[in-house]
């Protein structure tokens, strides 16, 4: 950890000028102030002042007194883009109080629960995105400067990656220069969609990162002609993005994980501890979807079937079914190695902070109650008829938000992850269902008006 003044000579040395002082609103979305580096102190202690209602899901109306955003000097981030100019990512305070609306507190609250049972939690993530152009029309289609992005399988394909070459390299050369270690960058399954992967952290610090990243995609793709953007489906004839979660969990002393067992019967190499976690997080699979899946959009992502009518390529690379198994893409769950799980439900449009305290505590929740997962389903689940599934008593992921905050509301283990957040995240999404609920698309003008 730093100390305030080895930050201040640190700003001082990397020439700043300028600081972004940064929370989250409820959706996820960055929020900033940018202030002068000789307020640095005041930021550091009474905080950076904002309206809480002019932002989503807070908890604050326009009577609210005001919310002070207080940077925490370990998240010092020079800015690749703008030289001068630093972040830090903050927490609320509203009347000298620490506020629990702000999702990274309450995500430091579940994560000092966790510690006190003797854990820390390491995750890393996978965020894709897209790189898209707007038309005159206002539509979108995939950014593609040399017009050679077209490939039904476009995934890891030199020539559609080649022209998105620059942006990916200056990306890495700017998140390395951080110390985040990005090891290696890909063209995915979609007509203009990329994938940056870097080093796995304890969960806070992954979570900070996950959000910086979304700010510097922003801004470095505007420089080579192209919107950058995380929203999980905008093409509904192409795969979608996702923010693939992997996790273990590590002795809280030590360090170590503690998910590996090399003795393991059920052949994956995973502890009883780690069978329990996932089992937790199975069991809570379904209420989960609607933090780590928030939008409308995301169901469009997760879909029964391989996807063979929903992306070029034949598949979506997203599961449908509460399951886990072993290093196999059509799970829920896969075990990408010993005491090493990767959770590809969770959508590019989460809020890391909700989405991940929401998980962690399906997790312990299950090791609380020895959760058992079950044997490990083998095989394609793409391939297996709907009927064996339900025959089973395998649940399938909800379909729709709608749906999925049914399974919240009634899910009181992922509620207090979110402590005071709950209900007005609920009562958020359920507004947004009911207005996308109410909206006349232009497929069913197309398939209906002149239908009867």
Same mark, same amino acid.
């Given at each position: 950890? @730093? ?20 929370? /989250? ?37 326009? *009577?609210?007194? $005001?919310?002070?955003? @207080? ?22 305070? /509203? ?14 609250? /579940?994560?000092?629960? !966790? ?66 270690? /990005? ?6 399954? &979609? ?17 900070? #990162? ?26 509904? $004839? #192409?795969?979608?993005?996702?923010? *693939? ?39 809570? &699979? ?31 690379? !997203? ?14 769950? #896969? ?9 590809? !439900? ?8 909700? &989405? ?18 079950? =044997? ?13 599934? @339900?025959? @089973? ?30 209900? =007005? ?24 008006? !002149?239908?009867?």
């Amino acid at each position: 950890m @730093r100390t305030r003044e080895e930050v201040k000579q640190q700003m001082a040395e990397d020439e700043i000028e300028f600081i972004l002082v940064q929370f /989250v609103d409820a959706t996820g979305a960055a929020k900033v102030k940018m202030i002068p580096v000789s307020s640095f102190d005041d930021a550091v202690d009474e905080g950076a002042g904002f309206a809480g209602a002019a932002v989503w899901g807070v908890g604050q109306g326009p *009577h609210s007194h $005001d919310m002070l955003a @207080r940077v925490d000097v370990d998240t010092y981030t020079p800015i690749p883009w703008q030289p001068n100019t630093a972040r830090f990512a903050s927490d609320l305070f /509203v009347d000298g109080e620490s506020y629990p609306n702000c999702a990274r507190t309450n995500f430091k609250r /579940v994560l000092a629960d !966790t510690h006190e049972q003797g854990f820390i939690f390491n995750v890393g993530m996978e965020p894709e995105h897209f790189l898209v152009t707007r038309n005159e029309d206002g539509s979108i289609q995939p950014w593609d400067p040399d017009g050679v992005d077209s490939l039904s399988k476009p995934c890891y394909d030199f020539r559609s990656m080649a022209p998105a070459m620059a942006y990916l390299q200056e990306l890495t050369t700017s998140l390395n220069g951080l110390g985040w270690g /990005v090891y290696q960058c890909d063209h995915e399954d &979609a007509n203009g969609q990329f994938e940056v992967n870097f080093d796995y952290a304890d969960a806070l610090t992954t979570a900070d #990162r996950i959000i910086f990243f979304k700010m510097a995609t922003s801004q470095i793709a505007k420089k080579y002609g192209a919107i950058a953007t995380h929203m999980p489906k905008p093409f509904s $004839d #192409r795969t979608g993005s996702g923010l *693939h979660v992997h996790y273990h969990l590590a002795d809280a002393e030590t360090g170590s994980g503690v998910f590996g067992d090399e003795n393991d019967p059920r052949g994956l190499g995973c502890s009883e501890l780690g069978y329990h976690f996932i089992g937790g997080v199975l069991h809570h &699979a379904r209420a989960l979807a609607a933090v780590t899946c928030p939008t409308v959009n995301c169901y469009k992502r997760l879909q029964l079937g391989s996807g063979l009518y929903s992306s070029r390529s034949g598949f979506t690379w !997203t599961p449908a079914f509460v399951t886990y198994g072993d290093n196999n893409r059509t799970q829920m769950i #896969r075990t990408a190695g010993p005491g090493h799980f990767e959770d590809r !439900t969770v959508s590019a449009a989460a809020n890391p902070y909700l &989405a991940l305290a929401a998980y962690l505590a399906a997790g312990m929740d299950g090791i609380a109650n020895k959760i058992d997962p079950g =044997d490990p389903n083998l095989g394609n689940m793409y391939e297996r008829p709907l009927e064996e599934i @339900r025959a @089973r008593g395998i649940r399938i992921l909800p379909q729709s938000l709608w749906e999925a905050l049914a399974e919240l509301r009634g899910d009181e283990v992922i509620k207090s992850a979110l402590g005071v957040i709950a209900d =007005d995240f609920i009562e958020m999404k359920t507004r947004e269902w009911e207005t996308y609920d109410q909206q006349v698309t232009s497929w069913e003008l197309d398939e209906y008006l !002149t239908y009867f």
